[in-house]
């Protein structure tokens, strides 16, 4: 059973446009959301992450919104550029992340200039 | 800090052999994760250990899969022996108990023909 439903599956942007990517969870127990980005031949990178105390943060042109009561999260990157085309991970884990963490499928973004 | 370090990058073995992939985990973390990572099913856990103690390794596919952490600062993943359906990406990634997220290391690509 995936713990973490992540969609789109793949998302193609204009540069200079903004990218959405979505990603809901059912366990309430859960309080750490955190979004990895993996280039092909790497691991995933961490990129930025939420504990649902706020509903947003952002750093630079990445945003997290979170909505606690629907149990949704999303990652918004602005004025998308061709370097972030990438594979996108979002997660989640209880214990404010001191455990494992849960997956979603991925989401690969591909900017095109 | 080098960073979670794995090896080999890249091995290709027979089917029937036995592989071991290697991790040295950051210094200090106290959690160590194996993952596997296909196209068809993403982001696997296969096993973690906090402390050096296995926690859940429920994700292991089989029985031919073992896993060690014999010390803070290194585990193995040995697989025995090896199908051609064992194909995959191999990731360890290590974590501070105190859950500011994992770092992945640059994965093991394990080719079983």
């Known amino acids: 059973q995936q713990q973490v439903k992540q969609s789109p599956q793949s998302l193609i942007v204009q540069k200079g446009g903004i990218s959405i990517i979505n990603c809901a969870y059912e366990n309430t127990a859960f309080d750490y959301f955190p979004w990895y980005q993996q280039f092909p031949g790497k691991g995933p990178a961490l990129l930025i992450a939420i504990r649902p105390d706020v509903s947003e943060k952002k750093e630079g042109r990445f945003t997290i919104s979170f909505n606690k009561s629907a149990k949704q999260f999303s990652l918004h990157i602005m004025d998308s550029q061709p370097g972030d085309s990438a594979t996108y991970f979002c997660a989640a884990s209880g214990l404010s992340g001191a455990n494992n963490l849960f997956f979603g499928t991925g989401t690969r973004l591909t900017v095109i200039p | 800090d080098a960073g979670v370090i794995q090896s080999p990058r890249h091995e290709v073995t027979e089917m029937g052999q036995e592989v071991t992939l290697r991790c040295k985990p950051i210094s200090g973390h106290n959690s160590l994760f194996w993952y596997r990572q296909t196209m068809m099913r993403g982001l696997e856990l296969l096993i973690y250990?906090?402390?050096?103690?296995?926690?859940?390794d429920s994700g292991m596919p089989e029985d031919r899969f073992s896993a060690k952490m014999p010390n803070a600062s290194f585990s193995t993943l040995k697989i025995q022996p090896s199908e051609p359906r064992d194909s995959a990406v191999y990731f360890c990634a290590s974590s501070p108990w105190t859950g500011s997220g994992y770092t992945f290391g640059s994965g093991t690509r394990l080719t079983v023909v």
């Open positions: 250990f906090n402390n050096n103690v296995p926690i859940d």
